[in-house]
């Protein structure tokens, strides 16, 4: 494995509470980032971060928010959860200038 | 908006024969195609990748295929064995904002029967 955990990785919560889905790396690479795995979508690019405080959004942010007040974790959060985001969440890691992407476990998130 | 499309969505094969997997993408700016294998309740894992400079790259029973002027490029596995059972996803790299991300296809099942 490439040093990223996920937590949790399973988590059921119902409509309109906040969710928060935390990113742990130990490799100490640039850039982190958030996907949604849905069936028939591959994976979406939710939000993404080349460094400390640096974010920005991706294809499908709407909804969702992100922090990064260390290297090492990058938070994801669902601040009012809705059922159009049940789905698995990887978050992902990449080294400055190189091209492969790590990927963590994923998350299980199910939104009654 | 940019998209890459990947066909077929599942693909069973016998054990030993081949299988080829295809997409296509809409940016012709997109300069790097990789592909993951995702196993069963984990995440994705690249297993080979191709730049737009090149036509064709080999690594053991696979092998990626690239058509700039088609745009559209292949995943091939020869030989195929039951631990090859998988979901494959390909991605082109397209320009977002300053940065360049990459945009996925839907994904392919592989069966593998024995």
């Known amino acids: 494995d490439a040093g990223i955990t996920q937590s949790p990785r399973h988590k059921v919560t119902e409509t309109g509470t906040p969710v928060t889905l935390r990113c742990h790396q130990t490799e100490n690479h640039r850039y982190m980032y958030w996907y949604r795995q849905d069936p028939g979508h591959g994976l979406r690019l939710i939000h993404y971060?080349?460094?400390?405080?640096?974010?920005d959004k991706g294809e499908v942010s709407d909804g969702y928010s992100v922090s990064r007040s260390k290297t090492e974790d990058f938070l994801l959060t669902l601040e009012s959860a809705t059922s159009s985001q049940t789905s698995v969440y990887f978050c992902a890691i990449k080294k400055t200038g190189d091209t492969e992407a790590f990927f963590g476990q994923g998350t299980r998130l199910t939104v009654v | 908006g940019e998209n890459v499309e990947q066909h077929p969505s599942t693909l069973s094969v016998q054990e030993g024969d081949s299988a080829v997997i295809k997409c296509t993408y809409s940016d012709s700016a997109s300069n790097y195609f990789p592909w993951y294998k995702q196993e069963l309740g984990k995440g994705p894992q690249l297993i080979i990748d191709?730049?737009?400079n090149v036509g064709e790259k080999k690594d053991q029973r696979i092998a990626v295929t690239l058509n700039k002027t088609a745009k559209h490029f292949s995943l091939h596995i020869t030989e195929t064995q039951p631990e090859d059972s998988a979901v494959y996803f390909c991605?082109?790299?397209?320009?977002?904002?300053?940065?360049?991300?990459?945009?996925w296809g839907a994904g392919t099942k592989l069966i593998i029967k024995p």
């Open positions: 971060s080349y460094g400390v405080k640096d974010t």
């Open positions: 991605a082109a790299t397209f320009r977002m904002d300053s940065n360049y991300q990459l945009i």
């Open positions: 191709i730049r737009s």
